[in-house]
């Protein structure tokens, strides 16, 4: 399944004129594939990804979800695709302080009424998956940015969805670190099988993605993939 927009346009009202954020944007983003979307502050990548999470209506255009059209969709309607079909991972990480990792995921499956055990035990899986079962009992606080960046993407997992939309996941870590998420990333968007989109604005990131996307005055434009990072000779 996939992740469909075309033609999208977005404006938002500024006083009495009105800001173009996305501008006739097109992108098919296919199964088990991460396209990463870079562009400058205000070029319109947080508007395209809440565009895509269904959290924002275009003015026109459309969104398709695994083979589902949104628009004219009820709130009710929309809030249940987002929750059984979309993983999203902020820009800020937003764990819950008092929560361990593993009951930040179980939450998740609490809200969609899923049994305990289960959820527990799917729980635990992801957090292995993302290197950080041995932490499971941690609370935020506890855990660097990195490790709390891995907890957010597992939970963004945990309902299983098929599309993966991720903010800005490197933005409070360093280079090597950084690179470790987007591979993260997409080393779990092949195997889930999600259609992924990932916004950055750091180019050197981008060796694991399968295509990069350029937004510039909310126009997108598709540039071929650099090619992947060699690591660096020892002297
Ligand atoms: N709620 C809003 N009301 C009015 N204008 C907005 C609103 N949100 C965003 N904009 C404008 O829309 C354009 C696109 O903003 P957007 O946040 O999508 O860019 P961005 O590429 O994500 O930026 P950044 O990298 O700084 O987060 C900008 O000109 C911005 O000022």
Not at 41 to 63: N, W
Not at 133 to 157: C, F, K, M, W
Not at 204 to 219: K, N, Y
């Amino acid at each position: 399944m996939s992740l469909i927009l075309t033609d999208v346009s977005l404006t938002y009202a500024d006083g009495d004129d009105r800001v173009l954020a996305l501008d006739n944007v097109t992108l098919d983003v296919p199964a088990g594939t991460v396209t990463a979307v870079v562009g400058p502050s205000g070029s319109g990548k947080s508007s395209l990804l809440a565009v895509a999470a269904t959290l924002i209506a275009p003015d026109s255009g459309t969104v398709v979800i695994d083979g589902v059209a949104t628009s004219g969709l009820s709130r009710a309607r929309l809030a249940e695709l987002r929750r059984r079909t979309i993983g999203i991972v902020f820009q800020q990480s937003n764990l819950v302080p008092s929560l361990t990792a593993v009951e930040q995921l179980q939450v998740m499956a609490w809200i969609d009424g899923r049994s305990t055990r289960e959820a527990r035990s799917r729980a635990m899986s992801l957090l292995e998956s993302v290197g950080m079962a041995d932490h499971a009992d941690r609370r935020p606080h506890a855990l660097s940015g990195g490790q709390r960046q891995r907890v957010n993407i597992a939970r963004a997992l945990m309902n299983e969805p098929n599309v993966l939309l991720v903010d800005e996941p490197t933005s409070a870590l360093d280079q090597e670190r950084g690179e470790e998420i987007v591979e993260l990333v997409t080393r779990l968007s092949r195997e889930r099988h999600t259609a992924t989109v990932l916004v950055t604005h750091d180019r050197s990131l981008l060796g694991a993605a399968d295509r990069v996307a350029e937004v510039h005055d909310g126009r997108l434009s598709t540039v071929p993939s650099p090619p992947p990072l060699t690591p660096s000779l020892p002297q």
